[in-house]
C-alpha cells in the first residue's frame, strides 16, 4: 500500500516538461475550470439562495440572481426554530452513528475471519460479501417493509439501525479485508508462538494496525447511512422520527408556494455534518473509494 | 514413541480444542456479519421473489397467485415505459460519466499545484446526500425562476424559459444531467487512483518510440486501465440502474410517466399505492438485467487476464 503510494511521486512531472505553457491552459486548465465550476455550482447556488430575502429570488429584474444584495438568517431561523429540523438531525447522527457502530463490529469479525482465520469455504464467504454488496436497496424495500412491520419496528429508529447494515456490512467488510491482507502474517505467527491466543492477536496486534482501515470504513459507514432515502422513506412515517433527507423532501415541501430558501437552507446544513467529516478525512476517504474498487 | 507422548499428555479441554479450530472459531467471527445479512438480506432477497407471485398489499398478507403480477406487467405499456426509461437512463448515464470521468481524471493525473485541493473539490458531489443535491437540481430546473434559463436568455442563446421537467424530453435530458453531475467524481476519483498505477517509464518508453499523444493513450493507458474501468463503470451502471433518489425528488416519474424507472415506478405501485405483489414483482424483474450486468463484466475481466497472460 505505502510503496504504492509512494511511486507516482518518484516519476511526478514525468515528461510534463515537453508540454508548452499554451498548450497546457487549453488541454489541462481550461476543462479543469469548467468541470470545477459545472461540478461546484449546485453547491453555490444552494448557499446563495438560502441567504435570500423571498423579494430577491424571485425578482431578476432588479438583482442579479448569482449575488446577493442583502443576505438574511431568516430561512434558516424559520428551518431551526419553526421546523422539525434540529430533531430530524439528531435522529440522523443517532440512525447513522449506532448503524455504523453495529456494521463495524460485525465487520471486523468477519473480516478477520475470511481473511486470516482461513476456514473451509472462507474464500466462497468472501465472494458471497462481494455479491451481497451488489444488490440494492431497490429491490429490497418491498420485503423488507414487510418484515419492519411484522416485527414491529414500523415507524421506529430501530427499522433503520438493523436495516442499513444490509449495504454497510458487506462494504466495510470487503474494505477491512483489503486491509487485513495487508497485515503481515508474521506479526500474528509470533504473538501465537508466544502463546496469544485469536482473541488477543486481533484486539492487540491486527485492530491496533489497521486503525486506518477502521477509520476509512467509519466514515464511510456513516456517510453512507446518512445520505440513506429509500428505507428512510419507506420505513418511517411520522414526521419527528425522520432523518435529515426524507424530513427535508417531504415536510418543507407542502404548500403550493415551495419554501425555496428553507428548502436550500435544509439541504445545506444537512450536507455540512459529511463535507465536515469528509474535509478532515479526505485521504481516508479517497484510499477507501479506490481500495475497495481496486479489491 | 510420538504416540506415548501424546498419551501421557492431558487431553486438551473442549473449549481451547475449539478455540484452535480454524471452523469453529471462524464460524463463531463469521455469526454477528452473517446473522445480520441472512435476517435482513438473504431472507429479504427471498422473499420478495415470494412477493412476487402473490397479491399482497399493505395491511393484509397476499394468497400465492402464480405468474399473474408477471402477466398484467407483462401487457402493461407503462412497465415497458419504465424498462425503457431505466435502460436509456442507465445506457446514456454511464457513458457520459465514464466519458467525462475519464476526460477528468486525465486532466487530475497532470502534474498541477493544488492537486490534493482540486481532487477533494472534485468528490464534493459524491459525498452530499444525493436527495439534498437533488433538491438544488430541482430548484435549478425550475419552470420559473430557472437560473439555467435566465443565463441563456442573457446571453442571447434563447428567447423563452426552458421547461425543464414539464416536458418528457427535457425531463429525461435533466435528470441524466443530474445523475451525471453526481456519478462524475466517482468514476473520475477510481480511475485516476488506476492512472497513478501506470509507470511513467511506459510512456517515455512509447514517446520514444515515436507515438503521438492519441497512441500513447490509446496503446499505453488504456489497456492497462481496462480492468479498474470495468469494475468502476461496473458498479457505476448497477448504482445507475437501480436509481431511485433521483428521480423522486425531480419528477416522480412525471411527466406522464416519461421519467418512471424500474425502481420509481416499483415504490408507486409497491408502497404508495399499496399493491406489495406488483411493487416486489417489478423489483424482481430488475435482476435479470443485474445479473447481465455482473456477468458481463466478470466476463470481460476474465478476457483480459487472459490476453495479458496471466493467470486466473
Redesign the interface.
Known sequence: MAT?AK??EI??????Y?QSLPR?VVT?YL??LV??I???F??Y??TI?AVKPNLE??D?QNFN??WVVHPTLEHIRYLLFETSYPGWLLNTIIISTAATF??L???V??A???ER????G?RQ?GLA?FL?Y??????????????VFNLGLYDTPFALI??Y??FL??FC?WLLMGYFRSIPFELEECALIDGA??WQILTKIVLPLSVPGLISAGIFAF?LS??E??YA??FIQSSENKT???G??TELVRSDVYE?GA??A???I??LP??VL??FF?EH??SS??GA??E | MAVSSVAVQPRPSILSRLSESHNALGFGFMLPAAALLLVFLTYPLGLGVWLGFTDARIGRPGIFIGVENYEYLWSDGVFWLSVFNTLLYTASASLLKFVLGLWLALILNQNLPFKSFFRAIVLLPWVVPTVLSAIAFWWIYDSQFSILSWALQQMGLIDHRINFLGDPTNARASVIAANVWRGIPFVAITLLAGLQTIPQSLYEAATLDGASRWQLFRYVTLPLLTPIIAITMTFSVLFTFTDFQLIYVLTRGGPVNATHLMATLSFQRGISGGQLGEGAAIAVAMIPFLLAAILFSYFGLQRRKWQQGGAD
Not at chain 1, 11 to 16: F, I, R, S, T, Y
Not at chain 1, 134 to 147: A, E, K
Open positions: 504504492k511511486r507516482p516519476d511526478e512531472g514525468g515528461m510534463g515537453l497546457r489541462v476543462p479543469l468541470f470545477v459545472v461540478l461546484l449546485p453547491f447556488w444552494m439562495t429570488m424571485t431578476y440572481p448569482f453495529l456494521s463490529l460485525a465487520s469479525f468477519a478477520y475471519a475470511i482465520l482461513r476456514f473451509s472462507a464467504v460479501v451481497a451488489l444488490v440494492p436497496p431497490s429491490i429490497l424495500f418491498i420485503p423488507l417493509s414487510v418484515m438493523l436495516t447494515p444490509t456490512v458487506p467488510t491466543s485469536r456517510t446518512w445520505n432515502f429509500i422513506l419507506t435529515v433527507p426524507v427535508v423532501l425555496w428548502l436550500m435544509g439541504a445545506l444537512g450536507s459529511v463535507v469528509y474535509s479526505v476517504y479517497v473509494m479506490t474498487v481496486k
